[in-house]
């Protein structure tokens, strides 16, 4: 048997005959010694009113419908206002008033029982209707919390995006590179990040990554390797010296076994030298007059898999003109509804027609050619673009 005190709910029997409240508590005098049943007494719809601002956590109303000062259908007409679904009504007619009975379930009533009122017929009933705002008030409950999730998660999502820089073109006052980078996330929070920094006067440090899984725990841990990198970069370390150290801390620090794929170059502003490591990212392109081509990779695991892993570093260099282009594997293994890749041969091909765009331009492009190929399906990762224009002698 539903438990009505143990569980909050009152039962509210709104009737003006003068013997009902007695004969209920006679006939559920066990029920109430035994706390299965709660009741509240109301002579008319006014005083039910009131009681129900007295006492919030009343649940099911039992009430008659011909009464003095505020009948049983016009006390329904008021009950629906509150707009309260947890709140259900059973109304006490006469058996054979079925126009009444009609009335108050199009009013809102939950269910009727007819007057000689049949005991075994009410406890029935209220047990129905109390076991009907159970469920309706666990609903309410995790409906509740899922609004609150989301808030959550819509301020997750904008704390990630304000630790991502956005303000473009970011140094206005160097003239020898453009840069530009953009994330869309899948989902209200991601695991990629960009970021990007003036080391000193010639040196720029500049990073793309992908966190393995999705998700707040995924953000969270695109945060803290963001922040490492920026840290550790701005000391003015070697690009593998900066792996190994951030590294080793998320490898101290990392749980549930997360790893994430990096790509981390210094680029010399005056010679166009980049020296870079590629923890098990994809590899960027180099953008040129002549086509594009691959940077070649080094033999970094992704960060947080393997404590005091030794990363090897190599160097491009850049010619004036040259863009280097950094994305996340989210641009490739982006799907359409036939379940097809948009693929790395899609993606070249893009490039090689975007030659001689600026920067900002082409990873705009990027975003709208992956988007157009997928269609409507829904973005299954978190796609990432980093692109740096090198413009120096």
Not at 61 to 80: A, E, F, R, W, Y
Not at 188 to 201: A, M, Q
Not at 238 to 251: A, G, H, R
Request: negative net charge; charged residues 25%.
């Amino acid at each position: 048997m539903s438990q009505s005190l143990q569980t909050g709910v009152k039962i509210l029997v709104v009737d003006d005959e003068s013997d009902m409240e007695p004969m209920i508590r006679q006939k559920f005098r066990r029920h109430i010694r035994e706390k299965t049943f709660d009741f509240e007494f109301a002579f008319n719809g006014i005083e039910a009113l009131e009681k129900i601002t007295e006492f919030p956590e009343i649940g099911i109303v039992l009430s008659d419908i011909n009464m003095p000062g505020m009948d049983g259908l016009t006390l329904l007409t008021k009950l629906k206002e509150l707009k309260n679904p947890g709140l259900k009504t059973v109304i006490v007619s006469a058996y054979g008033d079925m126009d009444n009975i009609r009335t108050a379930m199009n009013r809102g009533a939950f269910d009727f029982i007819t007057k000689p009122v049949n005991f075994d017929d009410l406890e029935i009933t209220i047990n129905k209707t109390l076991g009907e705002i159970l469920s309706v008030r666990r609903w309410l409950t995790d409906h509740d919390q899922l609004v609150s999730i989301q808030y959550d998660l819509n301020i997750s999502r904008e704390i990630q995006q304000a630790i991502l820089p956005k303000k473009f073109p970011p140094f206005p006052n160097e003239p020898n590179f453009d840069i530009y980078a953009s994330m869309h996330a899948a989902n209200e929070v991601g695991g990629d990040f960009y970021d990007f920094f003036l080391i000193d006067r010639h040196r720029l440090g500049f990073v793309i990554g992908d966190v393995s899984g999705k998700g707040i725990s995924a953000a969270i841990f695109m945060a803290v390797s963001r922040t490492l990198i920026r840290a550790t970069g701005l000391k003015g370390d070697s690009v593998s010296e900066c792996m190994q150290y951030v590294n080793n801390l998320l490898c101290t620090e990392s749980v549930s076994s997360m790893f994430v794929t990096v790509f981390y170059g210094i680029l010399n502003i005056q010679t166009g030298e980049v020296e870079y490591v590629n923890a098990g990212h994809n590899p960027p392109y180099i953008l040129s007059s002549g086509g594009i081509s691959q940077v070649e990779i080094t033999n970094g695991l992704p960060l947080g898999v393997l404590e005091d892993f030794s990363f090897e570093s190599k160097k491009i260099q850049l010619k004036s003109g040259d863009q280097l282009l950094l994305y996340t594997d989210g641009v490739v293994e982006a799907f359409n509804l036939e379940e097809t890749a948009y693929g790395e041969e899609r993606f070249e091909n893009f490039l090689n027609h975007s030659l001689n765009l600026p920067v900002e331009t082409i990873i705009k492009k990027s975003f709208t050619d992956v988007a157009d190929f997928a269609g409507s399906a829904p973005q299954s990762d978190d796609i990432t673009l980093l692109g740096i224009t090198y413009k120096g002698l």
